[in-house]
């Protein structure tokens, strides 16, 4: 039986199409959400059981960009890693009982009836309930979409993002970024943050 609270591949979809029947995110949004998911997803030969926890993220894009690079230009597959990420990271918070919705305030339909319940049927009762603007372009032209910052955000100098990120089961980072952040500056924070791990050495 299909599962929204499952943490797969299949969960991420049956998610989205929930945020489009409750109107928590605008359709051309979460549809564009979804069809990149779908679309990175589906490097996977078993994509809809894919446990989402455990995803090599950073594999799957890869040998996404590498399949698809004849059939959409780098600019495309930039926006489709992105709205991936994007999508996981808001399902993954949701899951935890975070704030995952954007920063622009929730549709009056979500907040009708008070804070909605998440797939454990536990209550959100966040307060900053924001929403996407909609996509209406189509990846090439349109910017990457924005992830969902926390409750936080409205201190942040203008320009900035913050990103929710897990590491590790029970344990969530945010990452502070400009919105417009291009590829290789991506590429830079990555490389600097690699340089922060450190291992624990054996007994």
Excluded at 74 to 103: C, I
Excluded at 159 to 172: T, V, W
């Amino acid at each position: 039986m299909s599962d929204m609270s499952s943490g797969t591949g299949e969960g991420l979809l049956l998610f989205l199409d929930w945020t489009i029947e409750k109107s928590e995110l605008p359709r051309p949004t979460a549809s564009a959400l979804k069809t990149a998911s779908k679309k990175v997803l589906s490097v996977e030969e078993e994509w809809q059981g894919v446990n989402l926890r455990g995803l090599n993220t950073e594999d799957l894009l890869r040998r996404f960009s590498i399949r698809s690079r004849s059939e959409y230009t780098e600019k495309s597959l930039t926006v489709y890693r992105q709205r991936f990420t994007q999508a996981v990271n808001m399902y993954l918070t949701y899951l935890d009982d975070g704030d995952w919705r954007p920063r622009h305030g929730r549709t009056s339909s979500a907040t009708r009836n008070g804070a909605p319940k998440n797939a454990t049927g536990k209550q959100n009762n966040s307060t900053t309930a924001p929403h996407l603007e909609p996509a209406t372009q189509s990846p090439v032209e349109q910017a990457p979409a924005q992830a969902a910052p926390s409750v936080h955000a409205a201190v942040l100098d203008p320009g900035l993002i913050e990103y929710p990120f897990p590491i590790r089961p029970g344990l969530r980072a945010r990452l502070i970024l400009p919105d417009d952040l291009t590829s290789s500056e991506a590429e830079r924070v990555a490389a600097f943050i690699k340089t922060l791990a450190f291992d624990t050495p054996a007994d």
